[in-house]
């Protein structure tokens, strides 16, 4: 061992955060070896399990434990380090020096064969590693490969699927159309028979009042259509547990979510919302599009729309585009708000019981109907989507009983 310190220097022996001899020396998964008191020390501090060398970030605290090899050199390195050199006969120094290299011989050969023995651990430690990746890339093809059969197949049915609603929109817009023909076929007949009896300012109010039926209809019937096309693009929406403020309550199915006013104790995972009583789907969408409806009836305070996956969930922020957040709210059971910049307030005829929310990925489009009223109660227009949209519910808090009401994910109901 006295020859192999002489090779090694002394800035191999010390912990980079202490800058003394190792003591209880353990390896991070980078490779680094530091004194165990003073990385976890280190951790602790930290806001991030990072490498004190070369920064390398842990999403979570590795588990350290001592590395006998570097311990052992330590310390017969602090021993060689602190012996001392005093002056004794040459006879007793000769047989000392005997003694000490028959010891370090004997030492070094144990320290050569426990190296041997952990190389062989390694070799066969390296080879199972190869049969499992072997292994899990042979699944991994088959299990590629199976999807790949199920895609084909669900897209070829998806496409049957919305030709066949298309055409029976259509079907239906023809029969809206012809009856509508007729009506104007009749009205006009008894436009003309009024025309005929009352020559009088009279027949002008009649027709001003006709037409303004007739636009009336025609409104009401491209509101009906619009609505019926946004919701053949539905998708079914789950809430996630994991992204749920601690006061909120999910129901099993993950459909409804209302406020609970007890903070449950929750993992602070970096997905759940620690300020706002906000809660989003698990599933995504980065293209194309997608509709889901909210039930909000008897809710005097809510929020729903859609935000982009970076938004912040941490801190108090403004539901905002600029922030990540297209939604709408209603607050005090009067007050409909769309969450621009700035806010833009909102004049309904009615107090929606049912909000549907249509998002249109590439057009950069996101709107909410009324879908009672089959009616268009906001749109965000020209947004500009670079990563994954969620769904976002807020149920607002529960407001002693006056808002207990959950928010309710419901299946579109289509009309005959």
């Not at 590395?67 to 005093?86: L, P, R, V, Y």
């Not at 499992?132 to 042979?138: G, L, S, V, Y």
């Not at 009506?183 to 027709?207: A, K």
């Not at 709408?328 to 909102?346: C, D, F, K, T």
Request: charged share 30%; hydrophobic share 35%.
């Amino acid at each position: 061992m006295s020859a192999a310190s002489c090779l090694l220097s002394e800035e191999q022996f010390l912990c980079s955060i202490c800058l003394d001899v190792f003591t209880d020396p353990v390896s991070t998964p980078c490779g680094h070896n530091f004194c165990k008191t003073c990385i976890t020390q280190h951790w602790d501090i930290s806001t991030q399990c990072q490498c004190p060398v070369c920064k390398e970030i842990f999403k979570q605290r590795p588990e350290l434990r001592v590395n006998t090899f570097i311990s052992e050199m330590a310390a017969q390195f602090s021993s060689a380090k602190n012996k001392s050199h005093d002056i004794v006969p040459l006879k007793e120094e000769c047989e000392g020096k005997k003694a000490e290299l028959g010891e370090t011989e004997s030492e070094i050969q144990q320290m050569i064969q426990k190296r041997r023995v952990k190389i062989q651990e390694i070799k066969r430690s390296v080879e199972l590693s190869r049969e499992d990746a072997e292994r899990e890339i042979a699944d991994s093809v088959r299990v590629f490969t199976a999807l790949m059969q199920a895609v084909e197949r669900g897209q070829a049915e998806l496409i049957d699927m919305i030709e066949e609603k298309q055409k029976t929109t259509e079907k239906q817009a023809e029969g809206f159309i012809k009856e509508l023909q007729q009506e104007i076929s009749e009205l006009m007949r008894r436009s003309s028979e009024v025309e005929q009896v009352h020559r009088s300012s009279y027949v002008g109010s009649v027709r001003r009042a006709v037409e303004d039926i007739f636009s009336k209809e025609i409104k009401k019937l491209c509101a009906d259509l619009e609505l019926k096309r946004v919701q053949q693009y539905e998708v079914d929406v789950t809430l996630d547990p994991n992204t749920a403020h601690p006061t909120l309550i999910l129901s099993d199915d993950g459909k409804q979510v209302k406020h609970g006013d007890i903070w449950e104790n929750l993992p602070d995972n970096p997905e759940r919302f620690s300020v706002r009583v906000f809660v989003t789907g698990k599933q995504s969408f980065s293209s194309g599009t997608f509709y889901y409806e909210v039930q909000v009836e008897e809710k005097t305070d809510w929020d729903l729309g859609v935000a982009r996956e970076s938004i912040n969930r941490k801190g108090k922020v403004t539901a905002s585009p600029r922030n990540g957040y297209w939604t709408i709210w209603l607050r005090n059971n009067n007050g409909y708000e769309a969450n621009a910049s700035p806010p833009v307030r909102l004049s309904l005829k009615s107090q929606p019981q049912k909000v549907g929310v249509f998002v249109d990925y590439e057009e950069g489009l996101v709107s909410f109907y009324d879908v009672d009223a089959a009616a268009l109660i906001y749109s965000y227009s020209g947004c500009s989507f670079t990563e994954k949209l969620y769904p976002v519910l807020c149920p607002c808090v529960n407001d002693g009983g006056k808002n207990s009401a959950p928010l309710i994910i419901s299946p579109v109901s289509h009309a005959d």
